[in-house]
């Protein structure tokens, strides 16, 4: 069973959240550390896929270092940066964003129209090599022209 863990988008701010555990909407307001935001109106909760690209600790940032071990992980724990609705990735000549899709109850790449969800893909081995390398929110341009969406 996958984790329930979400990122949250504000729209009018522009600012994505880290990733949220379980929270309280009940008074219609998300919290984002120091910020407070409106639920309804203005901001996109994206649940995580329960997946994890292959970024290898090695290629990892120094502050993307420091924030994992300051959450008391440790550097052999890394298993690859978790996989998030709207995130862009790549796969040797392939881009593609992540997005949920009903018909099939699971998470799909937006232009994939076999009937495989991204689990299956993961499980069958057909995407070892896959990067994160953006969210359609932060990095609208690194998706080509037929991917774009608008949301603003």
Do not use: C
């Not at 232009?111 to 893909?121: A, E, G, L």
């Amino acid at each position: 069973m996958r984790e329930h863990k979400y990122r949250a988008w504000h729209r009018k701010e522009k600012l994505m959240s880290e990733s949220l555990g379980v929270f309280d909407i009940g008074d219609g307001f998300i919290d984002f550390g120091e910020y407070r935001f409106g639920y309804e109106d203005d901001v996109i909760l994206l649940e995580y896929t329960g997946l994890k690209d292959n970024t290898k600790w090695r290629d990892l940032a120094k502050e993307e270092k420091i924030y994992w071990l300051l959450d008391g992980n440790m550097p052999g724990d890394w298993r690859g940066k978790e996989i998030y609705e709207g995130d862009i990735l790549k796969t040797n000549d392939h881009i593609d964003y992540v997005e949920w899709k009903d018909e099939f109850s699971g998470f799909k790449y937006h232009n994939d129209k076999s009937r495989m969800t991204m689990v299956d893909w993961f499980e069958h081995g057909q995407y070892s090599g896959v990067e994160i390398v953006g969210n359609i929110y932060e990095n609208p341009k690194l998706l080509p022209e037929l991917l774009k969406v608008n949301y603003e």
